[in-house]
Nanobody, 115 residues
Framework: QVQLVESGGGLVQAGGSLRLSCAAS????????MGWYRQAPGKQRELVAD???????NYVDSVKDRFTISRDNAKNMVYLQMNNLKPEDTAVYYC?????????WGQGTQVTVSS
């Protein structure tokens, strides 16, 4: 089992940047696929980006070339660097750890982008 705590959210103007961090507790962090999801008010939760245990990354089209996901297995951390933020990126961002049919979620961090 793994516990996740996100940080780094906040209020930023359009065009600005934020870096989200997710700290994982527990052992064997390196075996998990890690991801970032987001949920805007009135919308379904959607995958933003994920990174496999081997470092392969995947992004939703709307954030490609703006967001970068990375992980540091030595520190049990995963990051989401968000550049050129847009108002439509406003949402609660969740960190998730996935291993086969098991998934673990953080409590979320709010990102608000003003126009």
């Amino acid at each position: 089992q793994v516990q996740l705590v996100e940080s780094g959210g906040g209020l930023v103007q359009a065009g600005g940047s934020l870096r989200l961090s997710c700290a994982a507790s527990g052992s064997r962090f390196n075996i998990y696929k890690m991801g970032w999801y987001r949920q805007a008010p009135g919308k379904q939760r959607e995958l933003v980006a994920d990174i496999s245990d081997r470092g392969r990354t995947n992004y939703v089209d709307s954030v490609k070339d703006r967001f970068t996901i990375s992980r540091d297995n030595a520190k049990n951390m995963v990051y989401l660097q968000m550049n050129n933020l847009k108002p439509e990126d406003t949402a609660v961002y969740y960190c998730v750890a996935i291993y086969f049919r098991f998934d673990y979620w953080g409590q979320g961090t709010q990102v608000t982008v003003s126009s």
